[in-house]
């Protein structure tokens, strides 16, 4: 903590503030202002600090950063922030929000890097959640992200299993019903949380052929509060999809 501390004095008693926290205080007050720059420019200096705290929002932005530029700085800024948090990982293994950007980052990774890659990774894409949900049970966004997991693995084309067959020598296996228990968990954590999570939910139940649920969460999407281009995204996907009833 040495190069974290300083002390303010208050009259006969010493408050000590630490400059860490400082500094974890304006990155998450950038975070919610999609400052994705300036948290960057906070946080790079203090990538080889050896803080897990700090590392993982770092690749945070960086991971935000990468979707608002160009392929090849995004490729770059992914592969970086990749490596930056399995670094982390080797200084605390037990840090949940640093395998949830683990598995982020790796399965953004593979999509510069092709299907097989994809489906290569799949499993320690799902290992690292499945890790953070152990180390915290109680985060929706996990659960969000399990439940998206199964989804994509259940609506693999007959090429991609193809490909998981060859190998893993057996198939990749998930079911829409298993991403829909993921889902519900995650409302019941936190009902509303998140705009995708209420989107899946209505493509879950599509898939499902179950109608009527789908068109309660698919309009919920809709009506959601829009606050960034996540909510935005969400909701103009769920008015073409309600254009199918």
């Known amino acids: ?33 999609e400052q994705y720059q300036d948290i960057y420019k906070l946080l790079i200096n203090f990538k080889d600090s050896g803080d897990v705290e700090i590392i993982w929002r770092l690749c945070r932005a960086m991971y935000k950063m990468s979707k608002i530029t160009n392929e090849v700085d995004g490729r770059k ?11 982390a990982l080797k200084i605390k293994e037990d840090h949940w929000a640093a395998h949830k950007w683990a598995s982020i980052l ?13 489906i290569r990774e799949s499993y320690n894409i799902k290992m690292h959640m499945l890790r953070a949900v152990e180390l915290n049970p109680n985060e929706p966004m996990l659960m969000y992200m399990l439940g998206s997991w199964c989804y994509q693995i259940a609506d693999l084309t007959w090429y991609q299993r193809k490909i998981a067959l060859i190998i893993f020598g ?3 296996s998930s079911s829409f019903e298993e ?5 519900i968990n995650a409302e019941k954590i936190d009902p509303n949380f998140y705009s995708h999570n209420l989107l899946m939910l209505g493509k879950t139940y599509l898939k499902l052929n179950h ?15 829009v606050k960034n281009e996540d909510d935005r995204n969400a909701k103009q996907e769920a008015k073409q999809l309600l254009k199918q009833f």
């Open 211 to 225: 109608k009527e649920q789908a068109l309660k969460y698919l309009k919920m999407t809709v009506e959601y509060p």
């Open 179 to 183: 991403a829909l228990k993921y889902f």
């Open 1 to 33: 903590m040495g190069i974290w501390s300083l002390k303010t004095n208050k009259g006969d008693s010493e408050t000590v503030i630490t400059t860490k926290e400082v500094v974890i205080a304006k990155a998450d007050a950038l975070y919610d202002q």
């Open 170 to 172: 057996e198939p990749l």
């Open 77 to 87: 800024l992914i592969f970086e922030a990749y490596d930056l948090i399995l670094d």
């Open 106 to 118: 790796l399965n953004s990774k593979t999509l510069y890097e092709g299907v097989k890659s994809q």
